[in-house]
């Protein structure tokens, strides 16, 4: 912290930047409600009665989480939506429910002391165990069982009303928070926990709030009504600003707007390197109203259509092939070139639809993309058929996700060739259906070569690389300071797939919001990348930041930065680069 050496009033704190942007506001302060719930002993006829208010106040809950996703979609679009999904179905979890229910019975107490009781006997239990991923999940829980005890004591969750502009000071903000809040006056967020990947700050970037995550100093000195400045791309909350430092940032805003409109412009231009490199971007979509903005965003084809989110959240079932078909034809008849890469159903057993869900101890580790997708003939064979009937009318090429085995490759290839069989196109050369791997685990890097022979293509995901190749969890804010895009080891990973796709002469295809960060883009494009897809809403800047680079430059510095020991230093060597 440092104070103005005018006037101690203004005060300047530093913290992690979650989401880019300028915003002035005066400081609000977000208080959850916790009104203890009491304790009651019921009689026994009141038993079943409790359980009954439990099972409405679910429904109460669900119903009002499903209203706020929807007016969160509207507002952000469906790949932030989803991240209220844990939410939501953490009231179907049989084992809260089941938990809460014995609490009534067995101890003959009201429904409220219940809900508290179940859920930090769950709290507890998850301090034990060391998984990222089942961490995280505590949120979910402590989230659940708020709005529980409020619905059942009365007091509903409520978020503030924010008249004037204004900047949130919370100690935490969950997902369902921030997605219930109006944006409109919304100016920026300062919290003291959460990481940079954390779904908050995804939500908050999704919707243009500039953002600082762990801030506890600000925290402190926070007063309700004081004038703020928040810089979420620089990590700065600035108190009591004097006129100057306004000045200052009121021209950092403007900067940060001009850029915004120069990267809608330069969308129109080639995507061509300062040293006339040329490089083709592609979009990742996931949803259908994504697709009218995508060429004026630059992209010149679909790079990832992410096919699971053709699954409704609330669905019984996977859609029928006329279904799934009718979706790929309007997807392929949006994208510029009429070319489409599909990603086979990314599902994992926590997040199937409701009737088909499993249960594992560890989703995120268990059965996960085409592992999932193998152990599910019937729905592989259905979402193939959809694909080849939906290639008729372009060209389409199937991307599996998170592919480890080689085996996996090949198992998926078996399949391919008896649904063209089955069909009648075997061949048919113009019915040729590319088929390719996702690499996003380490085993993969390190069987790059041979997963570059026997397919068509490979992508990276960049985000699930980064987490898989570093062990972190990027949702989990304690070790949110180890997701460094520009590791050593994961440069050294992406310059092993680059060789292993260069040697068996298959295209390459960056995937995933690594390449918006201009450091990174200057990497990727050093170590030889020349496809990038990612969300049209970062196609824009990506495009004007590829047209400022040098190849050549970008060549010599990734020849540095693979000698060097720490993201930092990297990062640091990077800044000479791009400052020369």
Known sequence: MSSSPLTDAE??????????????????????????????????????????????????????????????????GQSSAYLLDPYILMLDDAVLTQAIEDN????????????????EDLLASF???????????????????????????G?????????????????????????????????????????????????????????????????????????????????????????????????RRAVEQRLRRDGLTAARLP???????????????????????IERCGAQSIGLFRSEFIVPSDADALPDEDTQCAAYQAVMAASPDHIVTIRTFDFSSDTLPSDIREVEPNPALGLHGVRWWLAHQATARTQLRAIIRAAETGRVRILLPRVTCLSELQAARQLLD????????????????????????????????????????????????????????????????????????VLASLKVIVAAAGAANKPLTMCGEMAAQPACAFALLGLGIRRFSLSPAALPGFKSTLRRLSARDAEQFVARALTLDTARAVEACAETYLNA
């Open 418 to 489: 008896e649904a063209l069989a089955s069909l009648g196109m075997v061949g048919l050369p113009t019915k040729h259906i590319e088929l390719g791997a996702m690499i996003e685990t380490p085993a993969a890097v390190f069987i790059a070569d041979r997963l570059a022979r026997e397919s068509d293509f490979l992508s990276i995901g960049s985000n699930d690389l980064v987490q898989y190749l570093l062990a972190s969890d990027r949702g989990n804010e304690r070790v949110s300071y180890l997701q460094q895009s520009l590791h050593p080891a």
């Open 11 to 76: 005060l300047q704190f530093t913290g992690s930047p979650a989401a880019p942007g300028v915003g002035f506001g005066q400081v609000t302060r977000l208080v959850p409600q916790h009104r203890p719930p009491l304790f009651i002993n019921v009689l026994p006829h009141r038993v079943a009665l409790e359980i009954e208010r439990v099972k409405r106040a679910m429904q109460r809950a669900r119903r009002h989480l499903e209203s706020v996703k929807q007016h969160f979609r509207e507002q952000a």
């Open 271 to 293: 995507a061509v390197t300062r040293d006339g490199v040329t490089c083709h971007l592609l979009a990742n979509i996931e949803i259908q109203s994504e697709l009218p903005g």
């Open 104 to 119: 009534i019975r067995h101890h003959r107490i009201n429904a409220e002391w219940a809900v508290k009781r179940a859920v």
């Open 127 to 153: 301090e034990k165990v060391q998984d990222g991923y089942l961490r995280q999940r505590r949120d979910d829980i402590r989230d659940v069982g708020q709005r529980l005890i409020g619905i059942l004591s």
């Open 155 to 251: 007091q509903p969750m409520r978020m503030p009303s924010l008249d004037v502009p204004s900047v949130l000071f919370t100690e935490d903000l969950l997902p369902t928070m921030l997605a219930e809040l109006d944006p409109t006056n919304l100016s920026g967020i300062v919290t003291d926990a959460g990481g940079v990947m954390t779904h908050a700050a995804i939500i908050a970037r999704s919707l243009g709030i500039p953002a600082v995550f762990g801030a506890r100093e600000a925290l402190d000195h926070g007063v309700p009504g004081t004038p703020c400045i928040v810089d979420g791309s620089q990590g700065e909350v600035i108190l009591n600003p004097r006129r100057a430092t306004q000045t200052i940032y009121l021209g």
